[in-house]
């Protein structure tokens, strides 16, 4: 065996790396960044939307339970029935209407909805990420 490590391999080239190796490693560590952003991004929209979609019932059942006790449902029942009579006392009737509405239902109810409508709105909007994000990680499992 030789003694002269060092002689022998003198005449060797350290090897170099492919030309444009860094660029493709950062591009492969935005890539990763952009998928776990796009992944936190998917799981806010589906908790946003099991919530607003978990609360419907509760919200709508409360809406239309103060309303069935709050008489606006007769009022306009019977705007609508005796029409001259209301448009005569139409101020009186509004005011009546307005002052027995059930406030905490209807705010409960417009809430949840604008919350499952907005979350969908930007579903939609942001589509093409997301299912970009589910087939990238279907062809990663």
Same mark, same amino acid.
């Given at each position: 065996?030789?003694?002269?490590?060092?002689?022998?391999?003198?005449?060797?080239?350290?090897?170099?790396?492919?030309?444009?190796?860094?660029?493709?490693?950062?591009?492969?560590?935005?890539?990763?960044?952009? &998928?776990?952003? %796009?992944?936190?991004?998917? /799981?806010?929209?589906?908790?946003? #939307? $099991? =919530?607003?979609?978990?609360?419907?019932?509760?919200?709508?059942?409360?809406?239309?339970?103060?309303?069935?006790?709050?008489?606006?449902?007769?009022?306009?029942?019977?705007?609508?029935?005796?029409?001259?009579?209301?448009?005569?006392?139409?101020?009186?009737?509004?005011?009546?209407?307005?002052?027995? &509405?059930?406030? %905490?239902?209807?705010?409960? /109810?417009?809430?949840?909805?604008? #919350? $499952? =409508?907005?979350?969908?709105?930007?579903?939609?909007?942001?589509?093409?990420?997301?299912?970009?994000?589910?087939?990238?990680?279907?062809?990663?499992?």
């Amino acid at each position: 065996m030789r003694k002269d490590y060092e002689k022998l391999f003198t005449h060797l080239e350290p090897p170099e790396p492919p030309a444009g190796l860094f660029d493709r490693i950062i591009l492969a560590i935005k890539r990763e960044q952009e &998928l776990r952003n %796009t992944k936190r991004l998917a /799981f806010g929209f589906l908790a946003l #939307l $099991a =919530v607003s979609l978990i609360a419907a019932p509760f919200s709508w059942t409360s809406f239309s339970g103060q309303m069935a006790e709050s008489g606006v449902l007769q009022f306009m029942s019977i705007a609508t029935s005796d029409f001259g009579t209301f448009l005569s006392v139409w101020p009186d009737s509004v005011m009546a209407i307005a002052e027995s &509405l059930p406030v %905490t239902g209807i705010v409960l /109810f417009t809430i949840n909805m604008i #919350l $499952a =409508v907005f979350t969908l709105r930007l579903f939609l909007y942001k589509k093409r990420l997301l299912v970009g994000y589910l087939f990238h990680a279907g062809q990663l499992a």
